[in-house]
C-alpha cells in the first residue's frame, strides 16, 4: 500500500444489468494532487465518482480508499466528501441553516469546519440567510462545495463543479480547490471543460465506454512530437506567412488568420526566425488545447477497436 495514494483503484468492474459502466478501471490519485475524470457521456465518470463517495459498491476490484480497503457494503469512507449529480439540499432553508442541519446530522464528535468559515471560502457570505430555493445553478454548487468543506475531507469528489458558474465564480472555486490541494487535500473532479481541467489538474484520466484509455500527467498527454494547430499573431502578418512557409514541418493551415499545423520543434524554430528577422510575436496558442486532441484521438481510436 502507497500511503500517499488518496485513492488505489484495481480491476474495478461495474454494471447495471446488461449495461458495463467500468470495466477493469485502474486509479492512482495522489494525496495534494487535483485528478481530472474526462470521458465521454456515458463513459462511466459518474459511475467512478459513485464509487469513490460510498454511493455504490463495484461488482469486482479492489478500491483502497485514503489507506484503508472499501467493503462490500455501502457506507462512505471517513475522511471522504462530495457529490454527484449536483448537490442535495432543502429548498425551503437558507444556505446557513442548510449547512447547520448538515453539521448536525453529522454528529457532535464529527471533524466539523466552521459554517461562516466554509461559506466565507466559497463566496457566499452575502447570501448565506437566503433561502436556496431562489440559488442559481453556480450558487448552489458553490453550497455544495461548501457542505463538502464542512466536512474537512481528505480526498474531496466532485461531479462537474464548474457547471452553472460564471468566469468570476469559475476563478474562485478554482482558487479555493488549488489552495485545498496545497494543503494536502486530494481532488478528484469529472469535466467535460478541457480548459477546466488544463487549468486545474495535473493529472487525468480519459475514460472512454468504461474503460482508462489514458491516466497520468497532464504533460504526457501534451507530448512534444504530436502536431496541433497554433494561431500566430504577429506585427506584420505576411512576412510572418513567408517565414512560416519556408520552415520545415510547417503547414500553413489559414493564412488569413495564420494557423500553422506544427510539432513543438518545428513551432520553436518557425519563432526563432519571426524574432530573428524583427516580428514580434504577440499571441500563439493551441486552436485546439493539447488535452482536447488527445482526448478526442484516444477516445476515436477506441470507437473504432470496437
Ligand atoms: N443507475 C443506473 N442504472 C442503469 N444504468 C446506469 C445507471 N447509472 C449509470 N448507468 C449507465 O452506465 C453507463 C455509465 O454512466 P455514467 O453516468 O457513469 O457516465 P458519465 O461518464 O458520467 O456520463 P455523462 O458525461 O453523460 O454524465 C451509461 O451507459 C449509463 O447509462
Given at each position: 500500500m502507497d500511503a500517499s495514494l488518496a485513492v488505489r483503484a484495481?480491476?474495478?468492474?461495474?454494471?447495471?444489468?446488461?449495461?458495463?459502466?467500468?470495466?477493469?478501471?485502474?486509479?492512482?490519485?495522489?494525496?495534494?494532487?487535483?485528478?481530472?475524470?474526462?470521458?465521454?457521456?456515458?463513459?462511466?465518470?459518474?459511475?467512478?465518482?459513485?464509487?469513490?463517495?460510498?454511493?455504490?459498491?463495484?461488482?469486482?476490484?479492489?478500491?483502497?480508499?485514503?489507506?484503508?480497503?472499501?467493503?462490500?457494503?455501502l457506507?462512505?469512507?471517513?475522511?471522504?466528501?462530495?457529490?454527484?449529480?449536483?448537490?442535495?439540499?432543502?429548498?425551503?432553508?437558507?444556505?446557513?441553516?442548510?449547512?447547520?442541519?448538515?453539521?448536525?446530522?453529522?454528529?457532535?464528535?464529527?471533524?466539523?469546519?466552521?459554517?461562516?468559515?466554509?461559506?466565507?471560502?466559497?463566496?457566499?457570505?452575502?447570501?448565506?440567510?437566503?433561502?436556496?430555493?431562489?440559488?442559481?445553478?453556480?450558487?448552489?454548487?458553490?453550497?455544495?462545495?461548501?457542505?463538502?468543506?464542512?466536512?474537512?475531507?481528505?480526498?474531496l469528489v466532485l461531479d462537474e463543479p464548474s457547471n452553472g458558474l460564471d468566469p468570476a465564480g469559475k476563478r474562485h472555486v478554482h482558487g479555493v480547490l488549488s489552495r485545498l490541494a496545497a494543503d494536502g487535500t486530494a481532488v478528484v473532479l469529472s469535466s467535460h471543460r478541457m480548459d477546466d481541467l488544463e487549468a486545474l489538474c495535473s493529472e487525468v484520466t480519459i475514460l472512454a465506454t468504461g474503460r482508462v484509455v489514458f491516466s497520468g500527467p497532464l504533460g504526457k498527454l501534451a507530448a512534444e512530437n504530436r502536431e496541433l494547430d497554433y494561431r500566430l499573431l504577429t506585427s506584420d502578418p505576411p512576412a510572418a506567412r513567408e517565414l512560416a512557409a519556408a520552415v520545415r514541418g510547417i503547414e500553413i493551415v489559414d493564412a488569413g488568420v495564420l494557423v500553422v499545423r506544427a510539432s513543438v520543434p518545428a513551432l520553436d524554430e518557425l519563432v526563432a526566425r519571426l524574432?530573428?528577422?524583427?516580428?514580434?510575436v504577440r499571441e500563439l496558442a493551441p486552436v485546439v488545447s493539447p488535452l482536447e486532441t488527445a482526448f478526442l484521438a484516444l477516445t476515436e481510436q477506441q470507437e473504432d477497436g470496437r
Amino acid at each position: 500500500m502507497d500511503a500517499s495514494l488518496a485513492v488505489r483503484a484495481r480491476g474495478i468492474t461495474k454494471c447495471f444489468g446488461d449495461v458495463v459502466a467500468l470495466d477493469g478501471v485502474d486509479l492512482d490519485v495522489t494525496e495534494g494532487r487535483i485528478h481530472g475524470l474526462v470521458g465521454p457521456n456515458g463513459a462511466g465518470k459518474t459511475t467512478l465518482l459513485g464509487l469513490l463517495l460510498g454511493l455504490a459498491v463495484a461488482d469486482r476490484g479492489s478500491l483502497e480508499i485514503l489507506g484503508t480497503p472499501v467493503g462490500r457494503v455501502l457506507s462512505a469512507p471517513d475522511g471522504v466528501a462530495g457529490f454527484v449529480d449536483g448537490p442535495g439540499l432543502y429548498p425551503s432553508l437558507t444556505a446557513r441553516q442548510n449547512l447547520a442541519a448538515l453539521a448536525s446530522l453529522r454528529g457532535p464528535d464529527a471533524r466539523t469546519a466552521g459554517i461562516d468559515e466554509v461559506l466565507d471560502q466559497v463566496g457566499l457570505t452575502a447570501v448565506a440567510d437566503d433561502r436556496t430555493r431562489g440559488f442559481s445553478l453556480g450558487m448552489r454548487q458553490r453550497l455544495g462545495l461548501a457542505a463538502a468543506l464542512l466536512t474537512r475531507p481528505r480526498l474531496l469528489v466532485l461531479d462537474e463543479p464548474s457547471n452553472g458558474l460564471d468566469p468570476a465564480g469559475k476563478r474562485h472555486v478554482h482558487g479555493v480547490l488549488s489552495r485545498l490541494a496545497a494543503d494536502g487535500t486530494a481532488v478528484v473532479l469529472s469535466s467535460h471543460r478541457m480548459d477546466d481541467l488544463e487549468a486545474l489538474c495535473s493529472e487525468v484520466t480519459i475514460l472512454a465506454t468504461g474503460r482508462v484509455v489514458f491516466s497520468g500527467p497532464l504533460g504526457k498527454l501534451a507530448a512534444e512530437n504530436r502536431e496541433l494547430d497554433y494561431r500566430l499573431l504577429t506585427s506584420d502578418p505576411p512576412a510572418a506567412r513567408e517565414l512560416a512557409a519556408a520552415v520545415r514541418g510547417i503547414e500553413i493551415v489559414d493564412a488569413g488568420v495564420l494557423v500553422v499545423r506544427a510539432s513543438v520543434p518545428a513551432l520553436d524554430e518557425l519563432v526563432a526566425r519571426l524574432v530573428g528577422a524583427g516580428v514580434a510575436v504577440r499571441e500563439l496558442a493551441p486552436v485546439v488545447s493539447p488535452l482536447e486532441t488527445a482526448f478526442l484521438a484516444l477516445t476515436e481510436q477506441q470507437e473504432d477497436g470496437r
